[in-house]
């Protein structure tokens, strides 16, 4: 027969559709071509494949092969069909057994020399092929990756001239392992001196999945809170770690297996781009916010980014997904990130301190906020000023604050809460399911009434407000949210109070 299959996997976002290669060998003059949509990468396989066929010892066929990797309408990139088309040539010319390729996956770039070269995005490849029922081969150095889920069953090669001693049965290919994660290491919250309403802020951010928004002077200890609160979530469960670790997996920057069951914590710099912060590219790959799914995103200086950067984060704050749409092709990234922000009160970062060391004037701290827009602001549940310290708060001597491990059980608690009420954390609540499950008193109701009409607030703010109390009344283990528990929610609307941010 002159014809053979070979099952592989392209990348597609976090997916990774099934691709068939299919190889015919016909008359004619010697040629090879490779159709299906490929990109450069993929045309120059035939070089790359010619070379590792004769290096492995076998003939490359003097025929003109017609190499097809279907659907056709999917674009194919990378050297990642390397591997399945020397197979399939092999399997078409005779020199390897057909019927063997049937019940596996193939993955990975050749070398000239028949060696076998990682490749990107294997872990959603290895999730799809164990759902196809089939066993996936990939490189050694994709080995760690692929062996991240239980469900799947991977084996590693070196060479091409392994993948064909294996097929033809002389020689059982290694299953591959996944390395024993390091332990957790994160910073501690009892670094943090002192900044007792920051603590607690970033508690209940932490138990109900709530987004924040630091306001202090510089130095008072911002992105000191910001860093510990992965520490203080809930470990990731299996599906999480692994909805996270795909999107690694397809960014282009790597996986690291050790620690993949980690929360991500990404803090990009303030002059990263809109397409840096959402994803995008030709190719689209997903971007800060997708890569911090799960975890958290972090943002310093929130007045000093590109107004437009900041803009397209509204969407993903309310939906948990991006779309990233060019005209080739479109690919959509999980966004479910918790947002920490941090901000001066001023230009200087100086304004309300005691010091009185302040000197801009009313218009520059307008401007300065205006940087801001108002939508942006409405869907951070929590503003809380974090002040400067004096310096006996600093002192060596002084007492440490509460411990991670401490303030973590208090979280996990609240979020079991949660998830036996709702499935879901608080501020991932409908709008039907605010109301049904945030109920308040009468007097709370008309407190509360009375708080969105002083403030101005819209209707959006109001139902972050009552999340943000029926978390801190899960904190309290209470069943109903009591008036101290709503109080304290409308305390942390800080940014909604016009210029007294500045004050």
């Not at 990774?16 to 949509?37: Q, T, Y």
């Not at 230009?347 to 939508?375: L, V």
Request: one cysteine or more.
């Amino acid at each position: 027969m002159n014809l053979a299959l070979v099952h592989s996997r392209a990348r597609s976002g976090v997916h990774a559709p099934a691709v068939r290669v299919e190889v015919h060998l016909g008359g004619g003059l010697p040629a090879m071509s490779i159709v299906g949509l490929p990109e450069a990468a993929v045309r120059e396989a035939k070089d790359r494949v010619r070379a590792a066929i004769q290096c492995a010892q076998f003939e490359f066929p003097a025929r003109r092969i017609t190499v097809n990797l279907a659907p056709a309408d999917l674009p194919k990139d990378g050297g990642r069909f390397d591997l399945p088309i020397a197979l399939g040539i092999l399997a078409a010319s005779g020199q390897i057994p057909l019927q063997a390729l049937n019940e596996y996956e193939f993955l990975g770039e050749l070398g000239l020399t028949g060696e076998l070269r990682a490749v990107d995005g294997v872990l959603p490849a290895a999730l799809a092929t164990a759902q196809a029922g089939r066993r996936l081969i990939v490189p050694a150095g994709n080995g760690a990756e692929a062996a991240l889920s239980s469900q799947v069953e991977a084996c590693t090669a070196r060479t091409l001239l392994e993948v064909c001693a294996m097929l033809d049965g002389r020689k059982a290919l290694p299953r591959a392992e996944a390395v024993p994660p390091l332990p957790a290491h994160g910073p501690d919250l009892s670094d943090v001196r002192g900044q007792a309403q920051a603590r607690r802020a970033l508690e209940i951010a932490a138990a109900g999945g709530h987004h924040l928004l630091l306001i202090g002077p510089p130095g008072c200890g911002k992105t000191l809170l910001a860093s510990r609160l992965p520490g203080l979530l809930p470990e990731s469960s299996e599906a999480e770690a692994l909805e996270s670790a795909a999107i690694a997996s397809v960014s282009g920057r790597g996986l690291d297996p050790m620690r993949w069951r980690e929360r991500p914590f990404r803090a990009p710099h303030h002059t990263a781009s809109a397409v840096a912060l959402v994803g995008g590219g030709s190719e689209p790959r997903p971007g800060e916010i997708s890569l911090a799914h799960r975890g958290v995103l972090f943002l310093d200086e929130l007045p000093e980014w590109d107004r437009r950067a900041l803009e397209v984060l509204r969407e993903p704050l309310e939906s948990g997904v991006v779309t990233v749409s060019r005209a080739a092709r479109s690919a959509e990234f999980p966004a479910r990130f918790q947002l920490v922000a941090a901000m001066n009160p001023c230009p200087c970062g100086w304004a309300g301190d005691a010091s009185g060391r302040c000197r801009c004037g009313d218009e520059a701290i307008r401007r300065y906020r205006a940087r801001i827009s108002g939508p942006l602001l409405d869907r951070i549940d929590l503003h809380v000023e974090v002040p400067r310290l004096p310096p006996t708060e600093l002192r060596p001597d002084a007492p440490d604050g509460e411990c991670t491990s401490a303030v973590r059980a208090r979280v996990v608690q609240a979020r079991e809460l949660q998830h036996s009420r709702t499935g879901k954390p608080n501020a991932q609540l409908g709008q039907a399911e605010t109301m049904t499950t945030c109920r308040l008193s009468a007097p709370d109701q008309a407190l509360l009434e009375r708080a969105v009409d002083a403030l101005q607030l819209s209707a959006r703010s109001m139902h972050r407000i009552l999340r943000v109390a029926r978390t801190i009344a899960d904190l309290d283990e209470r069943p109903q949210i009591l008036t101290a528990h709503l109080t304290e929610a409308i305390g942390y609307r800080r940014a909604d109070r016009g210029n007294c941010i500045a004050t």
